[in-house]
């Protein structure tokens, strides 16, 4: 299968290389800085100078950072790059607003093109080996399709025709990311001013209650900061709470941990970025 890939930053690369790499695709890969194509076996991938030119191809991956990426990659005078090519699968990895997914899935349907929402759930080192969880909503004839490219990066869920559930799964999981955040902040918090250390009590908490990847790796960064005077840590999941709330607000939903969740975006604290924590495989 001829794939394009455009994007090949922190996930984008190694998805690239991955597929390349199990033979059998011809990749034509496009990056905003060329020196990421650095690393691409040669025999099977190859850069191209523009976005349309990747785009020439049978399935068409995007993996890039948000909304306004995909949009100035892809709408060129309001109109999508692919139009031309009929058939065309776009498989979206990247983390976008549900309103962006409906106008992508509205535009390729107008191109006589398919259009799939597959969020990642996963860090570089799981694409790296196949071991993403990827969430892929849209026509179940094209995630059928491409189920074969996908599954080489990892387990695929189908949620539904609908591409852009998949995009409000995601954010709904960021959300209950952010939130855990904000209460282990404020949890370790208290039992530091009553004088507890810490870093005890996230053992407690992640051992008793929370044995998980995700409360292991936030409660010892955020109580090693608090035990150290320097509680300031960057929610790095707070955006994906804001789309939900948006969400949630256009559904008629009342969802007031989510709301206030939502609100801690305008006070996220300064200091250093927070990696993206493990996500359990």
């Not at 691409?40 to 991956?61: D, F, K, M």
């Not at 699968?89 to 549900?98: F, G, K, Y």
Request: hydrophobic share 45%; charged share 15%.
């Amino acid at each position: 299968m001829k794939i394009g890939v455009i994007g090949l930053g922190t996930m984008g690369g190694p998805i690239a290389r991955r597929i390349a790499r199990a033979g059998g695709h011809e990749i034509l890969a496009w990056n905003r800085t060329p020196g990421r194509l650095d690393g691409l076996p040669t025999e099977s991938a190859i850069g191209v100078r523009s976005p349309g030119e990747a785009c020439q191809s049978e399935l068409l991956l995007t993996v890039l950072s948000d909304d306004n990426a995909v949009e100035s990659v892809l709408f060129e005078g309001g109109r999508l790059i692919t139009t031309g090519m009929p058939g065309l699968v776009h498989v979206c990895m990247s983390t976008i607003s549900d309103r962006l997914a409906m106008r992508l899935a509205a535009a390729h349907e107008v191109a006589g093109q398919f259009y799939v929402s597959a969020p990642l759930f996963g860090r570089p080192e799981a694409a790296a080996a196949g071991r993403l969880l990827i969430v892929a909503g849209g026509p179940r004839s094209a995630v059928e399709r491409v189920r074969p490219v996908l599954e080489l990066l990892g387990r695929v869920t189908y949620v539904g025709a609908e591409a852009a559930a998949a995009n409000v799964v995601k954010s709904a999981g960021n959300f209950l990311l952010a939130a855990a955040v904000e209460s282990l902040r404020d949890a370790i918090a208290l039992v530091h001013a009553a004088g507890v250390d810490p870093r005890e009590f996230a053992g407690i908490v992640t051992q008793a209650l929370f044995p998980t990847p995700v409360y292991q790796y936030l409660g010892g960064q955020l109580a090693t900061r608090v035990a150290q005077q320097d509680p300031a840590l960057r929610n790095p999941f707070l955006h994906g709470a804001e789309q939900c709330a948006v969400t949630a607000r256009r559904l008629g939903l009342a969802a007031p941990l989510l709301e206030t969740t939502a609100l801690q975006a305008g006070t996220n604290p300064a200091g250093q970025d927070t990696p993206v924590p493990p996500i359990p495989q």
